[in-house]
């Protein structure tokens, strides 16, 4: 198959999200994928240009060393709000092209405006189209005003799509209420590499690189330091009750827009059981997780998150970890209870449940990997290339 993806985020420095397991899977397995994606971190390290030239990336890997996937990124303007209005034109010269050239026998959406482009290009050659769906995407929109009219494109875009893949129960009914025909909805769950994210896997090193010691329980985060992950209520919990619990100690892997707020906090209260690990190899990160004893989502309740489940949820549990997790409707959902996952209420009720689970954290462990063996990668994999041959032969 030869298979065109777009997407509105930056392939080569965020994830690795589903569509990079997936298409590097698919990569693998001979399939020819295409992926034109947008530098939405761009202001972070923006040296004064206006415009950013056209640029492709040839044999991308960022999870499986021998796949291989080639990356086109449009044009844009590097202006604040244009940005997204240049969209519309740099990549719908750029979805054309790659259908003249590539010839793509299906088109996967993962997107707002350049995935209703996409659509509605494919539409009229003929080629299956696919809306993917791994967050309720408009709630994402940076700028208040912007949402109801991105809500609007994603709509029209999963109301005319063929098929409607979510990656849980959650969001395969915020698609249906968006607009999707039940019928063409299918939930297609986040999936693990069991063998890199494994229990017997041991982080000492991790600890002794810290100066983490023995006897210290450690909570750890990782991913995109959004600025409603709850990491900041829980940092200044932990630094309010330091006294209380000393061994306590949250290990932060990732970067982000909380980032600086979180050095702040660190350096002003001096609290030293605050560990910022920043951006770290992907290959890394079972260490890290091997080197925790309970690991955290405490993120906020609001609408981006009711109905996601990261992936990092089955990363951590797959290592045997246990998880304390706001109550997001998804994840609940999703996991249930007496699974290894347990709920507060809020992000500031982290470190004292933590003091609780750290005494079953064996225990819950065991029932987190458990939660989590049969979802293997390789089988996510094997449905998701069957959908989509199906959808081309149907065609």
């Known amino acids: ?170 969001l395969r009914g915020y698609a249906v209420g968006m607009g999707a025909e039940f019928g063409k909805t299918t939930v297609l769950r986040a999936g693990i590499d069991l063998k890199r994210f494994n229990p017997r896997k041991r982080g000492d090193e991790i600890r002794r690189s810290f100066g983490i010691q023995k006897r210290d329980i450690v909570l750890l985060f990782m991913g995109w330091l959004y600025t409603f992950s709850g990491l900041r209520e829980v940092t200044l919990e932990l630094n309010r009750t330091k006294s209380k619990y000393p061994n306590l100690k949250l290990l932060v892997v990732g970067d982000g ?18 560990i910022l690990a920043g951006r770290q190899p992907y290959d890394r990160i079972p260490d890290f997780i091997s080197a925790s004893d309970i690991c955290l989502l405490p993120a906020q309740d609001n609408a981006i998150m009711q109905s996601i489940v990261p992936i990092k949820m089955y990363e951590y549990m797959a290592c045997a970890k246990p998880v304390i997790s706001t109550s997001l409707r998804g994840i609940i959902k999703e996991f249930g209870h007496g699974n290894g996952v347990v709920y507060v209420d809020k992000p500031e009720s982290v470190i004292e449940k933590a003091d609780e689970v750290r005494l079953s954290a064996h225990e819950l462990g065991e029932k987190a990997r458990l939660c989590v063996e049969k979802c293997d990668w390789d089988i996510i994999s094997d449905d998701f290339e069957a959908a989509l041959k199906s959808l081309i032969e149907k065609d």
Not at 21 to 39: C, F, N, P, W
Not at 257 to 274: A, F, N, Y
Request: with cysteine.
């Open 1 to 170: 198959m030869r298979i065109l993806v777009v997407q509105e985020s930056d392939w080569l420095s965020r994830g690795p999200h589903q569509q990079h397991h997936l298409m590097e899977k698919l990569a693998l397995r001979g399939h020819k994928v295409r992926v034109i994606d947008y530098e939405i971190t761009w202001r972070a390290h923006w040296k004064g240009e206006l415009y950013s030239r056209r640029k492709v990336f040839e044999r991308v890997s960022k999870i499986y060393r021998d796949a291989s996937v080639t990356v086109v990124r449009p044009a844009i303007l590097k202006i604040p709000h244009l940005d997204f209005l240049s969209i519309i034109f740099s990549h719908t010269g750029e979805i054309d092209r790659q259908m003249k050239e590539f010839k793509p026998d299906v088109v996967i959406g993962f997107g707002i405006l350049n995935t209703y482009v996409a659509m509605r290009l494919a539409k009229r050659r003929g080629i299956p189209f696919v809306y993917y769906l791994i967050d309720a995407l408009h709630t994402l929109v940076p700028f208040g005003p912007y949402q109801p009219i991105a809500r609007a494109f994603e709509s029209m875009t999963l109301r005319e799509a063929e098929k409607v893949l979510a990656i849980n129960e959650e």
């Open 257 to 274: 827009d909380l980032l600086p707020d979180l050095k702040s906090i660190k350096s002003e209260c001096g609290l030293e059981q605050l």
